[in-house]
């Protein structure tokens, strides 16, 4: 199996073993679940809650991990399908570009804001952050 087809196979293999309900968009799930792991990241103090752009959230940590980048089976650079290798960089150049948007929007800062007057020490699901 090559290239689209695999890249599909090994999106529903992450999802399930990152706990993604049956019926997530993966788009939207990785997008929910990214922007939980930076206001946690805003909250506990690794990330000021001032980052203008995605890209500076490298500043602080590797912020390509968002998402649970880093959990997913096979990383492009284990793998010789220039296609795979190509959908999987699209999938999460989407995933950046839209918590980039977010962040840039000043919607993280009203997030985390908000996020700290009403759930002191609890994680949002994604339904709260979206």
Not at 63 to 84: I, K, Q, T, V
Not at 93 to 106: D, P, S
């Amino acid at each position: 199996m090559q290239g689209n087809e695999r890249f599909k196979q090994l999106l529903n293999e992450w999802l399930v073993s990152i706990g993604a309900p049956a019926n997530a968009e993966p788009m939207e799930f990785t997008i929910a679940r990214a922007k939980n792991q930076i206001l946690r990241d805003v909250r506990m103090g690794i990330v000021p809650q001032e980052v203008k752009s995605f890209s500076e959230l490298h500043d602080y940590v590797d912020a390509n991990g968002y998402g649970d980048a880093f959990e997913w089976p096979d990383l492009p650079s284990e793998s010789e399908d220039d296609l795979y290798n190509e959908t999987f960089c699209n999938f999460w150049n989407k995933v950046q570009n839209e918590l980039h948007n977010w962040i840039a929007t000043g919607k993280m800062q009203q997030a985390s804001r908000g996020q700290d007057r009403r759930h002191q020490g609890e994680q949002p699901s994604p339904e709260k952050i979206v």
